[in-house]
C-alpha cells in the first residue's frame, strides 16, 4: 500500500517555510522518501515573490519595512503573494511516481483535484479548475506584479474569481506543488505593496482584486479556522491519493538542510 507524509506546521517566518519546502523537495527522491503533503501558515505578513521576479521593480520595498512585512524569494515562479489569511500547502513527490503523470501539467491537475476535494468537504460550492481560455482576468495590455492578478491554467476558481493558486518546481527527482488558499483578503493592503507605472495601472489591480478574487469565508459565509483547513484538505488529498496516511515530521537529511545555510541567497533581506 502506497505510503503518504502529511506535515502540520505551527506558524514560521517566510524564510523558515520557504527552506523547510526546499529541504523537502531535496531529499524527495524515488524509493527514498515519502511523498509529503506539508501544510502550514506564517508568523506574520510575508511577500513571497517568484524566482526570477524583478522585486526591486516591482514591489515597495519601504512600505513593507514600514509595515514589518517580511519578503521572502520563493522556489517557484510566478508573480508576488501576500501570505496572511490563508493556509499554505505544499505537496512533493518523486519523479517518477505511479499516482502522478510525468508531465507538470499532469502533476498540477492531480494535485488540483485533490485540492478540490479537500474544498468540497469544507463546504465550498461551485470550485473549480481555470481552463486555459480562462486565464487572463485582466486586460490584455495590463500586467500586475500581483499573483492575485491572473488565473492561470488549472488553479481554482469560484464563479469566475480566483480562490486558490498555486505554483510548481520541478528537478530531475521529485517536484514540488505548493500554493494559497485564502481565509480572508486585505485587499487596499494587497494592493498598496507594489509599484505600478500609472494611477490607472494601480487602479485597475485594485478592480480585479475586488472582483476577481475571492477568500473561503465569503464562498462560505461564515469564518473558517486554519484547523478546520488542514483537516479537510488531509481528507481531500487521501480520497484523490489512496494510501496510508502518516502524520510525520522532517528527517534528518531534511533537518541538515533547514539548518545550513545553502538557501540563503534565495532570501530576500530588507
Not at 512585512?69 to 499554505?88: Q, Y
Request: charged share 25%; glycine share 6%.
Amino acid at each position: 500500500m502506497q505510503e503518504w507524509r502529511v506535515i502540520k506546521d505551527d506558524p514560521k517566518t517566510g524564510e523558515s517555510n520557504m527552506d523547510i519546502d526546499r529541504a523537502i523537495l531535496a531529499s524527495c527522491k524515488p524509493g527514498e522518501s515519502l511523498p509529503t503533503l506539508r501544510l502550514y501558515s506564517w508568523e506574520r505578513p510575508t511577500l513571497t515573490v517568484g524566482y526570477a521576479q524583478d522585486f526591486a521593480k516591482e514591489i515597495d520595498i519601504n512600505r513593507c519595512q514600514k509595515l514589518g512585512i517580511e519578503i521572502v524569494r520563493r522556489p517557484t515562479g510566478g508573480r508576488a503573494l501576500l501570505h496572511d489569511h490563508e493556509v499554505t500547502y505544499s505537496f512533493t513527490a518523486p519523479i517518477p511516481h505511479n499516482k502522478f503523470p510525468p508531465s507538470l501539467l499532469g502533476a498540477y491537475k492531480v494535485v488540483a483535484q485533490a485540492l478540490l476535494e479537500g474544498l468540497k468537504e469544507i463546504g465550498v460550492c461551485g470550485a473549480e479548475l481555470a481552463s486555459r481560455k480562462k486565464t487572463n482576468i485582466g486586460k490584455h495590455s495590463f500586467r500586475s506584479p500581483s499573483c492575485l492578478s491572473s488565473i492561470n491554467h488549472l488553479e481554482i476558481e469560484v464563479q469566475g474569481a480566483k480562490l486558490v493558486g498555486s505554483a510548481q518546481r520541478r528537478t530531475k527527482k521529485a517536484f514540488l506543488q505548493h500554493g494559497s488558499i485564502l481565509l480572508d483578503c486585505d485587499r487596499s493592503l494587497v494592493n498598496s505593496l507594489f509599484k505600478f507605472e500609472t494611477d490607472d495601472a494601480r487602479c485597475r489591480s485594485m478592480e480585479i482584486l475586488n472582483n476577481k478574487v475571492v477568500t473561503l469565508s465569503e464562498c462560505l459565509g461564515k469564518s473558517v479556522t486554519r484547523k478546520e483547513v488542514f483537516k479537510a484538505l488531509i481528507k481531500g488529498f487521501s480520497h484523490v491519493l489512496k494510501g496510508n496516511w502518516v502524520l510525520g515530521h522532517l528527517n534528518s537529511f531534511e533537518l541538515i538542510k533547514c539548518a545550513s545555510n545553502s538557501y540563503s541567497k534565495e532570501n530576500i533581506n530588507i
